[in-house]
C-alpha cells in the first residue's frame, strides 16, 4: 500500500512538471514570435483576445509591452457599406500596425461609441443600424481600457479611432491618463494622424487623381473604397453600380461612391497604417 502511495505521488509529480513545462513552452513561444514580429500561427497572432492569460504575461516580461486600442463604432454608412463598417477596418488596420511595429498586441475593437442622442433622435441616430452611448460613459470606458493594461505591464497603451465624432474623446483619455500615470513609465498615446491623414492627405490625393466631386464627409468615394479594401463583402457593390445621384437623406452627406475602388482604398490605408506606425515608433524613442 505504502509503495502505489509513494507511486501515485511520483506519477502526479511527473504530469505536474510535464503541464507546467508545456505551459511555459508555450508563453516562451509566444513571447518570442510576437516580439520579432512573426506571424502565421495561433500563438503568434498580435491578437490580444486570441492568447491566454500566461502567453500574455511571458509576452510582457519579453518586450511585449505596447497595446492597440482600435475604437470603431456602429452606424448608418448609406445604403451600399455595412452598419459595421469602422470595426472591422479599425480591427484590420490596428492589427497591420502591431505587425510593423513589433512588440504589439492589439486589444478587442470598441465598438460602442457616441453616435448622437436617442431623444430626440440626432446624428446618425436617426437612421436604423447605428448604436450609441453617452460621451462621459465612452470616455469612462477608454480610461478604463487602458487602466486595464497598464496594471499587466503593458507601458505605451495607444488608442487609434476610424470615426471622427470622437476623437476629442480619444485625446481626453489619453491626456487624463498621462496625468495619472506621470513618473510610472507607462504612457497613453493618443494618434490623430490616423484619423486626420484621410480627412487631409487622403482627400488631397484622391482629388489629384480626378476624384474630386466625389469626395464627401461621409459615405462618399473615400468610405468606400477604403471599405472596399478591406472587406469587399461590406459594400453592396452591385445595387452601388446602379445607384442614381447620392443624397443626405440616404445617410450619404456630400460627395459620391459610386466610382469607388479597392485600389484607390488601399492608398488611404497606407496613409493610415503608416501616420500610426511613426508615431508609435516616436513614442518608443526610434
Known sequence: MLFKKKKNRIVGSVLSC?????????????????????????????LFAKHTWTEIQSGVAAGVTTIIIPVG????????????????RAAYLAEKIAEKTGKTLVAPVIAYV????????????RFPGTITVPPDVFEKLLVSAGESFQVQGFRLIVFIGDHGGYQKYL??????????????????LYVSGFYTVIAHQYADWLKQ???GKDVGQHADISDTSLMLAVDPSMVRQDALHHAGAPSPQEG???????????????????????????????ARGF
Do not use: C
Open 18 to 46: 510535464l503541464v507546467l513545462g508545456a505551459s511555459v513552452l508555450s508563453s516562451s513561444a509566444f513571447a518570442q514570435s510576437v516580439a520579432g514580429g512573426q506571424s502565421g500561427s495561433a500563438v503568434s497572432s498580435v
Open 73 to 88: 463604432g456602429t452606424e448608418q454608412s448609406g445604403p451600399y457599406i455595412a452598419v459595421g463598417k469602422h470595426n472591422e
Open 114 to 125: 457616441p453616435e448622437g442622442s436617442t431623444s430626440p433622435r440626432s446624428s446618425h441616430m
Open 171 to 188: 485625446e481626453k483619455a489619453a491626456a487624463l491618463l498621462n496625468q495619472t500615470w506621470h513618473g510610472t513609465g507607462a504612457r497613453a
Open 209 to 211: 487623381q480626378g476624384y
Open 252 to 282: 450619404i452627406y456630400g460627395g459620391d461612391p459610386r466610382r469607388a475602388s479597392a485600389p484607390l482604398g488601399q492608398a488611404g490605408l497606407t496613409m493610415q497604417i503608416n501616420a500610426a506606425v511613426q508615431a508609435i515608433q516616436a
